[in-house]
Each structure stands twice: as structure tokens, then as C-alpha cells.
């Protein structure tokens, strides 16, 4: 019971992994491989959810192979009517051992002649045994129903005689295409009392070496004949043994999704797949947008509006005034305009939806567009044709929104501008401190001039060693003033060069967020969704 228990877990397992590898596999390989795919998990589902102890087991065969007589033969009745002309059997029919019939799987099988079959043989309840039409009926709709119910039921036994049990129809269009389902068939040559020994010896050697010729040397093949009762009995108790077994449904549904699974297998190939996007070409790729999206262009800019703010915070005050008639660089790219008007907001950002950077050249945008078709190719490489397509075509999906995306990416990355220049403060006060001593001197130097020009008492001279202390005011202030401006320079270079850098950073990170979002991840998607398809494939196949 257990190990029952473990064979429908695992069935249902592979099931599962059929289904999804099918949907993985949707629009990426051929319609036929995931329709036959989605098409058994269906039937599985539908099968396995009705009459779970009941096995169906269908008599197939052409028109004269006598499977009507052998329909009565075993079932020891005469439900089946065997005909003289062509067609024999033109509806299929199913005789059904036990209490009652399994109406919701006859409904699924959409089986019109039923019947119900009581106290013959304990041995054989939960038997759905069903004659089938011809499968080479002159009928169209006779051999349509025979090739609708032979992919349904748990196991076939094909009917063949003497005189075509060689039969190209048979072995091209059943036999050798159900190679993956041989556990599930049985081949019977009836009428062998039309044969002399040496003549069954003969065949049936014949027979054997067919069916092993086309992959089917798991099936059995036995000879019998309904009329006199030959090898009938055998036969019953192999058909009781399935019955008993209850795995006849479960094998057939095993044997139909391995089937499907290896050809959608076969589709997904063996060759080797990258996982995600080679970080080679990632780079490349990023490097050529960063390029695009001027990111080298906003860094150098930072510096220079770096020095210009510097100088205008700790420059000399009476010539830093000059630097406001510069424009400041990102100002101008719209990449740090001021909330205030006052000073302070000199050093402040505020995002913009868009910045007034030069559109890309037309080298630049070859070079991004090589490196997304390199990225395509790299990343697609060993895959089938339908997933190398939807990889490039997941490359260059938002190749439309990239410039505008990256442009905004640009404008909403956060400068720094504002940040890591309280020194700057510093120098400001005391290069304020410093002009007003330059002023109070020249102030009182001035004074004691007029005072001097008036005739009027003047102010009593303060000396500091040989040099008046208004005058060493005057000149000390400005030689410290510019002194300080001049080391303050020195401080603001190395700022603004860490700024440029730090701001090329932010930049690329900024850049390579939205060539992830945009380009990346949507390849990484395609190339998981292969690897996944491929492994639930081939857990499918068991």
C-alpha cells in the first residue's frame, strides 16, 4: 500500500513538472511538443480523479483480425457481433466486470455500448474491456474514434492474423510510434489455428523480430484463436494479473508523460545555457550607456561647480564676488538648481524630472546598440530558437524608454552636493573676521587722514613693534585674507575631485539599476525560465 501510495505521489509529481515545463515552454518551442505536453497532463488529471480501481483495456485491430470474436472469447459472452464486410465494428464497446458501472469513466471515454458483467470471474473486477472500431476502416469517423480511444485507455492489446499481422499501416502509424508505451500493449495473433505448427513457429519468430526491430521488446506477444479457444485462457489470466496489479492506468499515464516529456526535452536540447547574463557583457553594456547617458559629462561638472561653490564660500571677499558672474555648470544641465534664492541655497539640490544634457552621438548610440545585440547574442548562445528569440527580443523590449529613463536616472541621483563642507563654514566666518579687521584698519587710516587734512586732533598711534596697528589692520588682513583663500583652494580641489568621482559612482549605480531593471532582468527571466523548463522536463521524463 505504501509503495502504491509512493507511485501516485511520484506520478503526480511528474505530472506537475510536465505541466509546468509545457507553460515554461509556451511560445518558445514548437506548438505540437506543448500542446502534446498540456494535452496528457489534461488526461492524467481526468483520469486519475475517476475510477481509480477500474483498468481499461482495449481490443485493437484491423478490419478480419476477428477482434470481436476475441472480445467474446474472453469475456465468455456474445456482446460483440462479428460481421462479414467491411466495416466490422463500427461503434466502439465496453463490457464492464463488477456491481455496477463506472458511469463518469465510460462518460469520459464517451464509450455508447456499455454493458455490465456479473458473477464471471472475481478475478476480473474492475475490468473496462473494450472493442475498438477498425483502425483502418474505410469509415473516416470509425478510424477517428479508434485513434481517439487508443490514447486513452491503460493498455492495449493489438489484434493482428496471419495473412497482415505485417501490415505498414499498423507498425508506421500505432506500433512504432507507441515505442515509449510498450509496458502497456500486448500484440495477440489470433486465428493460429488456420496455421500448420511450423507456419506459427514461423510467424510468430517474424512477429517477435518486428516488434523488437521497432522498440517494443517489452511487449508481449502470444498467439491464440478464438475459435477453437486457443491460448484464450492464457490470455485471460494475463488480463486478470493486469487487473489484479492495478497499475495498468498508472503505467499508461507514466508512459504518456514520459513520451511527451522527451519531446519537449528534445526541444529544450542538452547544450550548455548560461544562467544569467555573462558580467562581461553586463559591464560592456553599461559602460556603453553610461557613456550614452552622459554620466562622464555630469562628473565633470560636479568639479567644476565644486570650485566655483568652493570659491564662492571661501574666497577672499573682495574678489569672490567675481566667480558669481560664472554659471554654474549644473545649473545649467539642470541637475542641482536651488530651492531658495539666498546663498545658502548655493550648495543645495533639488531632482528634476528630466536634465538639459546633449542628447547621445551617433557613435554613442552605435556603441550601446552593439552592446545590447552582443548581450542578446552572448546570453542566447546554446539556447533553441524560439527562447534565443525571446531573449533578444526581452533585450531590446524598453529599448524606446532607455534614454528617457536613464536621463531621469541622472537627474534623480543624489549629488551630495550639499554635504561633507562644514569646513567651508569655518573659512566663510574667518575670512569675514579677517576683511573686517582689513576694513577697521583702512577705516582708521582713513579717518587719521581726514583728521590729519582738517587740522584736528588726531587719533594717538598705536604701534605693534615698528608697524602702526591700523596699518598691520590693513595689510595683515589681506595678505591672511588671500593667504586663506589661497589654501582654501587647495581644500576645495581635493573636494571637488572627490565629489566628481563619488558623483560618477552614484551615476553608474543609478545607470546600472535601470539597465538591470530595463534590460537585464527581463534576459535573466528568459534564461531561468529555459533552465527551469528544461530540469522539469527532464524530472517529467522520471
Same mark, same amino acid.
Given at each position: 500500500?505504501?509503495?502504491?501510495?509512493?507511485?501516485?505521489?511520484?506520478?503526480?509529481?511528474?505530472?506537475?513538472?510536465?505541466?509546468?515545463?509545457?507553460?515554461?515552454?509556451?511560445?518558445?518551442?514548437?506548438?505540437?511538443?506543448?500542446?502534446?505536453?498540456?494535452?496528457?497532463?489534461?488526461?492524467?488529471?481526468?483520469?486519475?480523479?475517476?475510477?481509480?480501481?477500474?483498468?481499461?483495456?482495449?481490443?485493437?485491430?484491423?478490419?478480419?483480425?476477428?477482434?470481436?470474436?476475441?472480445?467474446?472469447?474472453?469475456?465468455?459472452?456474445?456482446?460483440?457481433?462479428?460481421?462479414?464486410?467491411?466495416?466490422? +465494428?463500427?461503434?466502439?464497446?465496453?463490457?464492464?466486470?463488477?456491481?455496477?458501472?463506472?458511469?463518469?469513466?465510460?462518460?469520459?471515454?464517451?464509450?455508447?455500448?456499455?454493458?455490465?458483467?456479473?458473477?464471471?470471474?472475481?478475478?476480473?473486477?474492475?475490468?473496462?474491456?473494450?472493442?475498438?472500431?477498425?483502425?483502418?476502416?474505410?469509415?473516416?469517423?470509425?478510424?477517428?474514434?479508434?485513434?481517439?480511444?487508443?490514447?486513452?485507455?491503460?493498455?492495449?492489446?493489438?489484434?493482428?492474423?496471419?495473412?497482415?499481422?505485417?501490415?505498414?499501416?499498423?507498425?508506421?502509424?500505432?506500433?512504432?510510434?507507441?515505442?515509449?508505451?510498450?509496458?502497456?500493449?500486448?500484440?495477440?495473433?489470433?486465428?493460429?489455428?488456420?496455421?500448420?505448427?511450423?507456419?506459427?513457429?514461423?510467424?510468430?519468430?517474424?512477429?517477435?523480430?518486428?516488434?523488437?526491430?521497432?522498440?517494443?521488446?517489452?511487449?508481449?506477444?502470444?498467439?491464440?484463436?478464438?475459435?477453437?479457444?486457443?491460448?484464450?485462457?492464457?490470455?485471460?489470466?494475463?488480463?486478470?494479473?493486469?487487473?489484479?496489479?492495478?497499475?495498468?492506468?498508472?503505467?499508461?499515464?507514466?508512459?504518456?508523460?514520459?513520451?511527451?516529456?522527451?519531446?519537449?526535452?528534445?526541444?529544450?536540447?542538452?547544450?550548455?545555457?548560461?544562467?544569467?547574463?555573462?558580467?562581461?557583457?553586463?559591464?560592456?553594456?553599461?559602460?556603453?550607456?553610461?557613456?550614452?547617458?552622459?554620466?562622464?559629462?555630469?562628473?565633470?561638472?560636479?568639479?567644476?561647480?565644486?570650485?566655483?561653490?568652493?570659491?564662492?564660500?571661501?574666497?577672499?571677499?573682495?574678489?569672490?564676488?567675481?566667480?558669481?558672474?560664472?554659471?554654474?555648470?549644473?545649473?545649467?544641465?539642470?541637475?542641482?538648481?536651488?530651492?531658495?534664492?539666498?546663498?545658502?541655497?548655493?550648495?543645495?539640490?533639488?531632482?528634476?524630472?528630466? +536634465?538639459?544634457?546633449?542628447?547621445?552621438?551617433?557613435?554613442?548610440?552605435?556603441?550601446?546598440?552593439?552592446?545590447?545585440?552582443?548581450?542578446?547574442?552572448?546570453?542566447?548562445?546554446?539556447?533553441?530558437?524560439?527562447?534565443?528569440?525571446?531573449?533578444?527580443?526581452?533585450?531590446?523590449?524598453?529599448?524606446?524608454?532607455?534614454?528617457?529613463?536613464?536621463?531621469?536616472?541622472?537627474?534623480?541621483?543624489?549629488?551630495?552636493?550639499?554635504?561633507?563642507?562644514?569646513? $567651508?563654514?569655518?573659512?566663510?566666518?574667518?575670512? $569675514?573676521?579677517?576683511?573686517?579687521?582689513?576694513?577697521?584698519?583702512?577705516? $582708521?587710516?582713513?579717518?587719521?587722514?581726514?583728521?590729519?587734512?582738517?587740522?584736528?586732533?588726531?587719533?594717538?598711534?598705536?604701534?605693534?613693534?615698528?608697524?602702526?596697528?591700523?596699518?598691520?589692520?590693513?595689510?595683515?588682513?589681506?595678505?591672511?585674507?588671500?593667504?586663506?583663500?589661497?589654501?582654501?583652494?587647495?581644500?576645495?580641489?581635493?573636494?571637488?575631485?572627490?565629489?566628481?568621482?563619488?558623483?560618477?559612482?552614484?551615476?553608474?549605480?543609478?545607470?546600472?539599476?535601470?539597465?538591470?531593471?530595463?534590460?537585464?532582468?527581463?534576459?535573466?527571466?528568459?534564461?531561468?525560465?529555459?533552465?527551469?523548463?528544461?530540469?522539469?522536463?527532464?524530472?517529467?521524463?522520471?
Amino acid at each position: 500500500m505504501a509503495r502504491a501510495k509512493h507511485s501516485a505521489d511520484s506520478l503526480a509529481a511528474r505530472i506537475q513538472a510536465l505541466d509546468e515545463a509545457a507553460d515554461l515552454a509556451a511560445g518558445r518551442l514548437s506548438a505540437g511538443a506543448v500542446e502534446q505536453a498540456r494535452g496528457v497532463t489534461r488526461k492524467a488529471d481526468r483520469r486519475l480523479a475517476m475510477a481509480g480501481d477500474s483498468t481499461v483495456i482495449a481490443l485493437a485491430g484491423a478490419t478480419g483480425s476477428g477482434k470481436s470474436s476475441l472480445f467474446n472469447a474472453i469475456s465468455g459472452t456474445r456482446l460483440a457481433t462479428p460481421g462479414m464486410k467491411r466495416p466490422t +465494428t463500427n461503434k466502439s464497446m465496453a463490457a464492464y466486470w463488477g456491481s455496477k458501472l463506472p458511469q463518469d469513466l465510460l462518460d469520459w471515454l464517451d464509450v455508447p455500448q456499455r454493458h455490465l458483467v456479473q458473477g464471471d470471474d472475481p478475478a476480473l473486477g474492475g475490468l473496462v474491456l473494450m472493442d475498438l472500431p477498425d483502425h483502418d476502416s474505410s469509415v473516416t469517423s470509425h478510424r477517428d474514434e479508434a485513434d481517439r480511444l487508443v490514447e486513452l485507455v491503460d493498455m492495449l492489446i493489438w489484434v493482428v492474423d496471419p495473412q497482415k499481422y505485417a501490415d505498414a499501416a499498423l507498425h508506421n502509424n500505432y506500433l512504432r510510434p507507441l515505442a515509449d508505451h510498450a509496458d502497456v500493449m500486448m500484440v495477440v495473433l489470433n486465428q493460429a489455428d488456420r496455421l500448420t505448427p511450423e507456419q506459427l513457429h514461423e510467424t510468430m519468430r517474424d512477429l517477435r523480430g518486428l516488434l523488437d526491430a521497432e522498440g517494443l521488446s517489452k511487449t508481449p506477444c502470444v498467439a491464440v484463436s478464438a475459435l477453437t479457444g486457443r491460448g484464450i485462457e492464457n490470455l485471460r489470466k494475463t488480463i486478470s494479473a493486469t487487473v489484479r496489479s492495478k497499475a495498468s492506468s498508472a503505467n499508461r499515464l507514466s508512459s504518456d508523460i514520459a513520451s511527451a516529456a522527451r519531446r519537449l526535452s528534445a526541444e529544450y536540447g542538452d547544450a550548455k545555457v548560461a544562467a544569467k547574463v555573462p558580467d562581461a557583457r553586463a559591464r560592456e553594456l553599461n559602460k556603453s550607456l553610461a557613456q550614452a547617458a552622459g554620466s562622464q559629462l555630469v562628473g565633470d561638472a560636479v568639479v567644476k561647480s565644486m570650485r566655483r561653490r568652493g570659491g564662492l564660500a571661501t574666497g577672499w571677499p573682495v574678489t569672490k564676488w567675481l566667480s558669481r558672474f560664472r554659471p554654474d555648470p549644473l545649473r545649467m544641465l539642470h541637475l542641482d538648481a536651488g530651492r531658495h534664492k539666498k546663498r545658502a541655497a548655493e550648495i543645495e539640490p533639488v531632482s528634476v524630472p528630466h +536634465t538639459s544634457l546633449p542628447t547621445a552621438g551617433g557613435v554613442q548610440i552605435a556603441r550601446a546598440e552593439t552592446a545590447l545585440r552582443d548581450l542578446a547574442s552572448a546570453a542566447g548562445d546554446g539556447l533553441p530558437e524560439g527562447f534565443s528569440d525571446a531573449v533578444r527580443e526581452a533585450t531590446i523590449a524598453h529599448r524606446a524608454d532607455l534614454p528617457d529613463e536613464l536621463d531621469r536616472a541622472v537627474a534623480s541621483a543624489d549629488l551630495a552636493m550639499d554635504r561633507g563642507q562644514g569646513w $567651508w563654514k569655518l573659512v566663510q566666518v574667518l575670512q $569675514w573676521i579677517i576683511f573686517f579687521v582689513a576694513v577697521i584698519g583702512g577705516g $582708521w587710516l582713513l579717518l587719521d587722514m581726514v583728521l590729519g587734512y582738517l587740522q584736528l586732533p588726531r587719533i594717538p598711534s598705536v604701534m605693534v613693534g615698528k608697524m602702526a596697528l591700523p596699518t598691520l589692520f590693513l595689510l595683515g588682513g589681506l595678505v591672511l585674507g588671500l593667504l586663506v583663500g589661497l589654501l582654501s583652494r587647495v581644500g576645495v580641489e581635493l573636494d571637488a575631485r572627490a565629489k566628481g568621482a563619488r558623483a560618477e559612482r552614484v551615476l553608474t549605480r543609478a545607470i546600472v539599476n535601470v539597465v538591470d531593471r530595463l534590460v537585464i532582468s527581463p534576459v535573466d527571466d528568459e534564461l531561468d525560465r529555459f533552465n527551469r523548463g528544461r530540469k522539469l522536463a527532464k524530472r517529467a521524463i522520471g
